[in-house]
């Protein structure tokens, strides 16, 4: 994936996906930590600015930055026989409707 596009699957996405509109994009009324990286790649971080105004200069990861599987995990959960009725959501909610979101894989 490149890398721009993980790092804004990782941001915007995920804060439009949770409905967080505060978060995900730097701008005018949005919260923000800012990483400040010189390499996307190998994600070298030279600088975060955080929420409060305070800073850190030449950061470095706790941990290395390793690479991940490069196929996805199949075939990691067993479940018993699923029915139709076991996917019925029975939610308690006074006019009897909710909505639900999810995040999912479009293809």
Known sequence: MDPLLAYRCATY???????????????AGRRADIVILSDLE???VDDVLFDDG???????????VVEGPSD???DTMRL???DV???????DVPDGMHRVRTIADPS
């Open 13 to 27: 996405h995920g804060a439009y996906r949770l409905q967080r509109t505060d978060l995900g994009l730097v701008a």
């Open 54 to 64: 305070t800073s850190r200069r030449r950061a470095s990861m706790l941990v290395d």
């Open 80 to 82: 018993d026989h699923v």
């Open 72 to 74: 996805p995990p199949l």
């Open 85 to 91: 009725d076991d996917m019925v959501l029975r939610l």
């Open 42 to 44: 190998k994600v070298t």
